[in-house]
């Protein structure tokens, strides 16, 4: 696991960030996620459970699946995804199935992350195992689930 990232990273980043954002103006978790290829944005996701009563509806599945679509292949190779949160076991069995290259998150979950903070699925021996960049913006994606979480209060 690195800890190394550049001002395109965090300007990505900050794009993830936006897309969450959109999430919580739906009364969801705020959680956001782009997809990269060449340096140009393919897709972007935000988490949708509540809103389509879906348990597959998170960020990084929606921002896979329309690149998947953009780019009319299953296979996301050369691809990053940035996403404000940690990703879960679910998410992380589709950044694996979807062959991208580098993942870059912001907060770490402690609950149900599958980078790093539960469990780290990319250590297994799958077929594929993504790069994994984690802390890019962390304080701003954990203060945005923090603010989100003290407002259900």
Known sequence: MENN???TDCEYMRLAIEEAKKSEQEC???VGAIIV???KILSSGRNRREL????LFHAEIEAIYNACKI???WRLLDCSIYVTLEPCAMCAGAIINSRI????????DYK??????VINLFELPYNHKPIVISGVLEHECSSLL??????LR
């Open 112 to 117: 149900s992350g599958s980078c790093k903070s």
């Open 101 to 108: 290259s580098k993942v870059y998150y912001g907060a770490s």
């Open 71 to 73: 780019l009319n292949s």
């Open 52 to 55: 389509l009563q879906n348990a």
């Open 37 to 39: 290829k060449d340096n």
């Open 28 to 30: 969801e978790v705020p």
């Open 146 to 151: 923090s603010n989100f979480f003290k407002k």
């Open 5 to 7: 990232f550049t001002e």
